[in-house]
T-cell receptor
């Protein structure tokens, strides 16, 4: 059972465009993390959001955690070819377990 | 310091062979995790340790999978009698608090 649904699954855009990736669930998470993974490498942590309604900005990337802590979004402004990769959201479920539940990922391609 | 390292990076096994995958976590990290990532999918949890104690092994797909971390540092994931469906990337992560840092993974191909 996939607890985290990511959309879209694939996204191909031109350099300079804006985009938003969504991560949704019916479950509540104590925190949610966003990772970026390139081929042949492990996921690299981009950000962790903990508080409902929290917004974090990392240069051209804006991350938001839903008020109910069930969903999150990643917005990229003026995408660049270097942003190409697989974006994964992962949640820590409530109850004390440290294991992450991952979405299937969004494969982003930014064309020059 | 150095990140999480895994070895080997690539492993080809014939069906029925046993394999052992190694993970060296970031020094001082208490928790260590193993995930399995199939092609085109997100990672799926297998098991995790706090120091040498295996606290959750609910994700291990069968009793052919076994993990250990005897001294609370390096961990080994062992797969006995490999089958084709075991082909995947096996990722190791370590954490000190709740943020997990991943190694590059071991790509296992069972032929």
């Amino acid at each position: 059972t996939q607890l985290l649904e990511q959309s879209p699954q694939f996204l191909s855009i031109q350099e300079g465009e804006n985009l938003t990736v969504y991560c949704n669930s019916s479950s509540v998470f104590s925190s949610l993390q966003w990772y970026r993974q390139e081929p042949g490498e492990g996921p690299v942590l981009l950000v962790t959001v903990v508080t409902g309604g929290e917004v974090k900005k990392l240069k051209r990337l804006t991350f938001q955690f839903g008020d109910a802590r069930k969903d999150s979004s990643l917005h990229i402004t003026a995408a660049q070819p270097g942003d190409t990769g697989l974006y994964l959201c992962a949640g820590l479920t409530q109850g004390g377990s440290e294991k992450l539940v991952f979405g299937k990922g969004t494969k982003l391609t930014v064309n020059p | 310091g150095a990140g999480v390292s895994q070895s080997p990076r690539y492993k080809v096994a014939k069906r029925g062979q046993d394999v052992a995958l190694r993970c060296d976590p970031i020094s001082g990290h208490v928790s260590l995790f193993w995930y399995q990532q199939a092609l085109g999918q997100g990672p799926e949890f297998l098991t995790y340790f706090q120091n040498e104690a295996q606290l959750d092994k609910s994700g291990l797909p069968s009793d052919r999978f076994f993990a250990e971390r005897p001294e609370g540092s390096v961990s080994t994931l062992k797969i006995q009698r490999t089958q084709q469906e075991d082909s995947a990337v096996y990722l190791c992560a370590s954490s000190l608090y709740y943020e997990q840092y991943f190694g590059p993974g071991t790509r296992l191909t069972v032929t």
